[in-house]
């Protein structure tokens, strides 16, 4: 039997230790589950195979079984999870939404394939635990978009926030105040493989000093874990701040982050950083609760396309 179904999963923030976490260093990253990615599946005739109504991102993708297929993410993740839960191509047409904005840092990818696979998963009545639709939706992450640490499926399929060093199972994040922040899109969007591809290419040109700036930025990710854990929310501004300097010497910046970045502080944030791959793509300001509409002026007044506000609550 094939049912209708729906399912989703939310954006992510790194909060720190993005590109570090790629060459080995750990990095704190968080959900933003009133960010997500849905996708609703509907039973269509028999024959028809399945179609993947990604209109709103323009794309429009049909799998009928013995037919080429498109060379495309989302073809991809259908067809990895129904093989491997031992399905044929079900009549289904799945439509696919984002709230998530694309190529920004906020792992929009990993979202729509972890929703895409488990709405797929629900309508052929399977059942599959977390931790192998990770696995899953990371095969289609390394196939499409080269070297991921791994850190965005993680988030997103778990949906808590995580410690994570690459290779290693991830750790819940213990939160002892919750933090409040905003993100900041500067409406650019941006290729997290080029900008990982820039990191490798700036240390192999200058393998001491970059090697040397990952592991500043290790060790602020551990510092960062601490104050998380013993609810010291304040003293995570300098971090942010001193964590976004090294991600601009690793050139993963943008005039337009930059622009975010300071006019946040300018406005009363604690602290500010880029978030994910950079280059574009999304800013964070860590606010007290009573300073958010300002900083969300401050951003918007800077040039911010849209700012949402997220919360990590406390969490033992
Ligand atoms: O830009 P995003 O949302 O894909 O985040 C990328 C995070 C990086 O550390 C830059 C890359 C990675 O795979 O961890």
């Known amino acids: ?22 060459h080995g260093q750990p990095a704190i990253a968080a959900p933003v589950s009133s960010l997500r990615a849905i996708a609703q599946a509907t039973l269509q005739p028999v024959g028809t195979g399945l179609l993947l109504d990604a209109s709103d991102l323009g794309e429009q993708i049909r799998i009928l079984s013995g037919q080429p297929v498109a060379d495309h993410p989302l073809a991809r993740a259908a067809l990895l999870c129904l093989e491997a839960v031992g ?13 998530i904005p694309i190529a920004s840092g906020l ?12 709405s797929l998963i629900s309508a052929v009545d399977a059942t599959v635990p977390n931790t192998t639709l ?44 919750p933090i409040t922040l905003l993100i900041g899109d500067t409406g650019i969007r941006s290729s997290t493989k080029e900008a990982v591809g820039g990191v490798h290419a700036l240390l192999a040109a200058r393998p001491d000093e970059t090697r040397a700036r990952f592991q500043t930025i290790g060790a602020l990710v551990r510092t960062a874990r601490e104050f998380i854990a013993a609810g010291d929310v304040s003293a995570l501004g300098p971090l942010m701040l001193e964590n976004h300097r090294l991600l601009q ?68």
């Open 1 to 22: 039997m094939i049912y209708a179904a729906e399912a989703s999963a939310p954006a992510k923030i790194i909060l720190f230790g993005e590109h570090a976490v790629v």
């Open 87 to 99: 399905a044929d191509i079900p009549d289904l047409a799945v439509r696919l939404r984002s709230q």
């Open 107 to 118: 792992g929009s990818g990993a979202a729509l394939t972890a929703a895409l696979m488990r």
């Open 134 to 177: 990770n696995e899953w939706v990371y095969e289609v992450e390394r196939e499409f978009h080269g070297t991921p640490s791994g850190i965005d499926n993680t988030v997103v399929v778990f949906e808590r926030p995580l410690y994570f060093v690459r290779g290693q199972a991830p750790s819940l994040l213990t939160v002892g105040q």
């Open 249 to 316: 010497d690793l050139t993963v910046s943008s005039p337009e982050l930059d622009i975010l970045v300071e006019a946040a502080v300018a406005a009363g944030a604690l602290g500010a950083k880029l978030s994910g791959g950079g280059r574009g793509g999304n800013m964070i300001a860590l606010c007290d609760p009573d300073r958010e509409d300002s900083v969300r002026a401050a951003l918007f007044f800077a040039g911010a396309a849209r700012v949402f506000s997220t919360r990590i609550d406390a969490h033992a």
